[in-house]
């Protein structure tokens, strides 16, 4: 199994996850963003998107309030066995969480007439989210040579730059709480993608080296768990302007 590219490390860490593990965390996304988006009444809706939340949110305060500091206190060989071990799952369990958190809650706003003139700001948000997110990996991962990834990232900025030129045009106002969500989201989406994501990877790929560096995996992990903790405030505070999205003129 080659991990030298960005495919052979996310099929790497499939079997270290546990390819049943790997293939729930994936496969449960994506239908739970289908149901939603298709047959889901707006009651089993906001549960998709509630609970995904939840559970996004309360593994990431996890990470930075509770397990940051338990292996804080270990030895570093000690740190990166955990890491070893932790990494394969979170890599992922939490982007799938992220995807239908956002995916579901964007999606909510739209159908309840909270998100007025919303093509246009998508456009934007797309932009963005995808363009930065796609600049770290290349970065992160050592990728900007492997024409993979070039065209990836050439697809991803054409077609979101593409459609904020069609769109631009319909620019209107829309609901200042929803924009402000979608600025936290942005902020989450690129920590997440661009940093979290990729410096899982770059642990993997120490894992399977032939002589895996146990202070970069430790390094690298106790980072994660700290942004980890990052990622959980920005979360608390999206849930304050989700509620007062929905229930500030009750």
């Known amino acids: 199994?080659?991990?030298?590219?960005?495919?052979?490390?996310?099929?790497?860490?499939?079997?270290?996850?546990?390819?049943?593990?790997?293939?729930?965390a994936v496969g449960v996304a994506v239908v739970a963003v289908v149901y939603a988006l298709t047959t889901a009444t707006v009651q089993h809706h906001t549960y998709v998107h509630v609970m995904t939340g939840v559970l996004w949110t309360g593994t990431d305060l996890f990470m930075g309030a509770v397990l940051g500091p338990v292996i804080g206190g270990l030895d570093e060989e000690q740190s990166a066995a955990v890491f070893q071990r932790l990494t394969p799952k979170?890599?992922?369990?939490?982007?799938?969480?992220?995807?239908?958190?956002?995916?579901?809650?964007?999606?909510?706003?739209?159908?309840?007439g909270l998100f007025p003139n919303s093509e246009a700001w998508l456009a934007l948000f797309?932009?963005?989210?995808?363009?930065?997110?796609?600049?770290?990996?290349?970065?992160?991962?050592?990728?900007?040579?492997d024409r993979r990834w070039q065209a990836a990232f050439a697809v991803v900025t054409v077609g979101s730059l593409a459609w904020v030129g069609?769109?631009?045009?319909?620019?209107?106002?829309?609901?200042?709480?929803?924009?402000l969500a979608l600025g936290l989201?942005?902020?989450?989406?690129?920590?997440?993608?661009?940093?979290?994501?990729p410096g899982e990877l770059r642990m993997f790929r120490q894992m399977v080296s032939e002589d895996p560096d146990t202070s970069v995996i430790n390094a690298i992990g106790h980072q994660n768990a700290k942004l980890g903790g990052v990622q959980g405030?920005?979360?608390?505070?999206?849930?304050?302007?989700?509620?007062?999205?929905?229930?500030?003129?009750?």
Do not use: C, H, K
């Open 166 to 179: 069609l769109t631009v045009g319909d620019l209107q106002p829309t609901n200042e709480l929803v924009l």
């Open 185 to 197: 989201v942005t902020v989450l989406s690129v920590q997440g993608f661009g940093f979290l994501l």
């Open 90 to 112: 979170t890599a992922f369990l939490l982007p799938s969480l992220a995807f239908v958190t956002i995916a579901t809650g964007i999606t909510l706003a739209q159908r309840l």
């Open 233 to 250: 405030l920005f979360q608390l505070a999206l849930i304050l302007v989700m509620v007062y999205l929905r229930y500030g003129g009750v």
């Open 126 to 145: 797309t932009a963005v989210n995808l363009i930065p997110v796609f600049l770290l990996l290349g970065w992160r991962l050592d990728a900007w040579r």
């Open 1 to 24: 199994m080659s991990t030298s590219t960005i495919r052979g490390t996310v099929s790497g860490l499939g079997y270290r996850a546990n390819p049943a593990f790997a293939a729930g």
